[in-house]
């Protein structure tokens, strides 16, 4: 396992590996990493002639508000012990500067239509435009064949995908299911900033999605339903609770609307966001 900080040294072993018709499968990462993103490793590892590269690389361009940037939790030394018990000799972990990935200003301006004006693009102003600078910068040095994301954030591969369709990357996207701890908690790297209480009482959050889903009662009505039933918790700040379909992210208000819908929700819990979802 080589760990690679520059993106000429990056590119020559790529480019070493895909003469070789080796498959480039890609995990991109802002690191402290936890057992989601091993899962989506060990999917990765299920190809055949497979070369891992997981990038690790806290973006600023994603993040629309500063304190959040500066909390966000960084633990390179315990993520590089944790992939050095998965990866194989010749898997990369790419670790670059923010002056390399961003040597000057990166002024680009994406559109995504309808998708980035809802939920999470609405309640963070240019976190999409954040993500697609950086995953595009990521797929042109790494050139994946290959590129693994969590459901979870599941209007962020929404937004991957529309980017790889618009700009022509020949790369596949895979989604992977969102792991969760015992009590129902969806694993994210923001969950260690909460505290002992507030994590035991974040596994409401998929508690009430799931009870969501027995319910034989209206769309209109679930909402209703659903933020009162976060709003019993009283350390819990509901942001949204939307149910849209799996493809456009449409909103949808009818059950016998012909397509997969997915609850969305956000929660607040002290100064910690989190986000889940789940499938109806
Ligand atoms: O999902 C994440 O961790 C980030 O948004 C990503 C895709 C690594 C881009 O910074």
Redesign the pocket.
């Known amino acids: 396992m080589k760990i690679i900080e520059k993106i000429n040294y990056l590119q020559f072993i790529v480019k070493k590996f895909k003469k070789k018709n080796k498959i480039i499968s890609f995990i991109?990462?802002?690191g402290s990493l936890h057992e989601g993103h091993l899962s989506l490793i060990k999917e990765a590892k299920k190809g055949k002639n497979t070369i891992i590269i997981v990038s690790i690389?806290v973006?600023p361009t994603?993040f629309n508000n500063l304190k959040d940037l500066e909390k966000y939790p960084r633990n390179l030394k315990k993520d590089i012990f944790l992939l050095k018990n998965i990866l194989c000799e010749n898997d990369i972990i790419f670790t670059p500067s923010e002056e390399e990935m961003y040597p000057t200003i990166d002024n680009r301006n994406f559109y995504f239509g309808d998708l980035e004006n809802v939920m999470e693009g609405k309640h963070r102003k240019g976190h999409f435009n954040g993500?697609a600078k950086?995953?595009s910068k990521l797929f042109d040095f790494v050139k994946p064949d290959k590129a693994f994301?969590g459901k979870k954030?599941f209007q962020?591969i929404a937004i991957i995908e529309n980017l790889v369709k618009n700009y022509n990357y020949k790369v596949e996207i895979i989604p992977c299911e969102t792991v969760r701890e015992k009590n129902g908690l969806a694993m994210s790297s923001r969950n260690i900033l909460l505290s002992n209480e507030e994590r035991k009482n974040a596994n409401n959050i998929y508690k009430i999605l799931k009870e969501s889903r027995e319910k034989n009662i209206s769309i209109s009505d679930l909402k209703h339903w659903v933020k009162n039933k976060i709003n019993e918790n009283s350390h819990f700040i509901l942001e949204y609770f939307e149910i849209r379909d799996d493809i456009f992210l449409k909103d949808v208000n009818s059950w016998k609307d012909d397509c997969k819908k997915i609850g969305f929700i956000a929660v607040k819990i002290g100064n910690v966001r989190l986000i889940d979802n789940i499938f109806y």
């Open positions: 991109p990462t802002m690389f973006n994603q993500v950086i995953v994301f954030d962020q």
